[in-house]
């Protein structure tokens, strides 16, 4: 008999302290075990049983040379949890706070996420507790290469092809491209986020973030409103929040705060393209704190806050797992924040996910809302197989229609008391595909 709490206790027994791994399983779960008793064929096959165990974990020493000469130890992993629909795929995190809970509970998100996309594409997640902040370019090349040395072993572009997340963005996606390149004696698209000049695909940089916003105003659509006037508060400022910010500046929503690990940057007039575009200069090409964009410009900052405490009509969380608590939650809510849309990975705690659940306000869970990304990764592949490269326009127009068809997923199979609840859609319509190919290899 599958039933909730038998099955996410025998998950916790086997992963021990895995708290990130066992709460997305937990979500997960909460939505896929009632509708596999309606489709006994999946639960005949044990689908979910066998879909919370990855194919395989990847785990190795990645030794390399910092600027003072000394030897230095990371750990890399690469967990491949899922190539049921097709080749593995997904970012690789350089972070201290890697561990492997942190990249299983990716790694399973990500399954579900890229079977929504609609793609072929299957499920997985890597990187190291390398922390880029602090080092020169020099010695993130030495990490990346040696990191590739060993992980080319288990890629390639039919196998497993890895992209960007946190602390992963151009300049390491090309060391690491490079040394694939290089030690493998091949081109081809075995890496996705790539340049421009070697493969890369136009609006790849851009895509979580407006694919976010995209699917945003999806849901907007629903309930006859648009994100025009809207009041949005967004945390992070990397990869995905700043073209969020970019496309919802464009959309004539005002987004009123930024975020980073160095504090709150609160324009309450909303930040404009000039202040935007500054930020990115800062944060992506300089690599320097949001705190220091603040003062040199003279805005608003705190070093102690987030942005789940300013009023707004919007919240897109977009740095990273468990930034929004359930205090956080319930003050959004008493707020009168009326659409969560996550750009991040799980940002929101169990506690706070069930709070914008019940309270019937939009919530787009992040295996929907950002899988833009991943989608133009997917895209990426394509075009790598067919030696081509897609206009600027061409994917921006697939990528807003692979947006409303994740989307119409999301409405398909998340009806609930006369609404959508997305959270459910997005579990379901993404477990649909996975299982149905579980089934159709019979029992591995
Ligand atoms: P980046 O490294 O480009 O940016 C992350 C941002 O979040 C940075 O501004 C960082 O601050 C901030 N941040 C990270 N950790 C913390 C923390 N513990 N406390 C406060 N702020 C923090 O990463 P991405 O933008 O690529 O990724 C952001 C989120 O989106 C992640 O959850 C990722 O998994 C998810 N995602 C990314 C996709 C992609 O294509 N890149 C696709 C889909 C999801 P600082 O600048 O100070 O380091
Ligand atoms: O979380 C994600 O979807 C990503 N980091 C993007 C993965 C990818 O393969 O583009």
């Avoid at 700043?242 to 309450?268: C, N, P, Q, Y």
């Avoid at 300089?286 to 987030?306: E, I, K, M, T, V």
């Avoid at 809510?333 to 969560?340: A, K, N, P, Q, S």
Wanted: contains cysteine; hydrophobic residues 40%.
């Amino acid at each position: 008999m599958l039933e909730l709490e038998s099955f996410t206790e025998a998950v916790a027994r086997r992963n021990p302290g895995e708290k990130e791994y066992q709460q997305a399983v937990r979500e997960v779960a909460e939505k896929v075990i009632p509708f596999v008793h309606e489709h006994p064929r999946y639960l005949k096959a044990a689908v979910l049983e066998r879909l919370v165990e990855p194919d395989r974990i990847i785990v190795f020493r990645v030794a390399w040379e910092d600027a003072e000469g000394n030897v230095q130890v990371n750990r890399g992993f690469r967990v491949q949890h899922s190539n049921a629909i097709g080749p593995y795929k997904g970012g690789l995190r350089f972070d201290p706070s890697v561990n492997l809970s942190v990249l299983k509970f990716l790694a399973f998100e990500q399954v579900l996420k890229n079977s929504l996309t609609t793609l072929p594409i299957g499920g997985a997640k890597g990187g190291s507790d390398f922390d880029p902040k602090g080092k020169s370019d020099r010695e993130v090349m030495h990490f990346c290469h040696a990191y590739m040395t060993e992980m080319r072993r288990y890629i390639g572009k039919d196998v497993d092809v890895p992209a960007g997340d946190i602390g992963v963005g151009p300049r390491e996606i090309g060391y690491l491209f490079g040394q694939f390149k290089r030690i493998s004696n091949e081109f081809t698209g075995a890496m996705t986020g790539k340049g421009p000049a070697f493969g890369g695909s136009l609006i790849r940089t851009e895509a979580t973030g407006y694919g976010c916003v995209y699917f945003a105003r999806e849901m907007l659509d629903t309930r006859g409103e648009v994100l025009e006037g809207k009041q949005c508060a967004v945390s992070g400022a990397g990869n995905v929040a700043l073209f969020a910010a970019e496309k919802l500046i464009e959309f004539g929503a005002r987004v009123v705060t930024l975020s980073d690990r160095s504090g709150l940057l609160h324009v309450e007039g909303g930040i404009d393209g000039d202040q935007l575009a500054a930020i990115r200069r800062v944060k992506l090409d300089q690599r320097a704190s949001l705190g220091d964009y603040a003062d040199d410009a003279g805005l608003d900052f705190r070093s102690d806050a987030d942005p789940w405490q300013v009023p707004c009509d919007a919240a897109f969380p977009c740095a990273t797992q468990n930034e929004i608590s359930e205090a956080d939650a319930e003050g959004l809510l008493t707020g009168g924040c009326e659409l969560v849309v996550e750009g991040a990975n799980m940002p929101a705690t169990a506690g706070a996910a069930h709070a914008f659940e019940r309270s019937g306000i939009l919530y787009g869970p992040g295996k929907a809302a950002n899988a833009g990304g991943v989608a133009i990764s997917g895209l990426e592949m394509t075009q790598n197989a067919m030696r081509l490269t897609w206009t600027r326009d061409e994917v921006d127009r697939r990528l807003q229609a692979i947006m409303r068809r994740i989307h119409e997923q999301c409405v398909e199979h998340g009806a609930e008391d006369g609404r959508t609840n997305y959270v459910k859609g997005a579990n379901i319509g993404g477990f649909v595909k996975v299982a149905d190919a579980m089934v159709a290899y019979g029992v591995m």
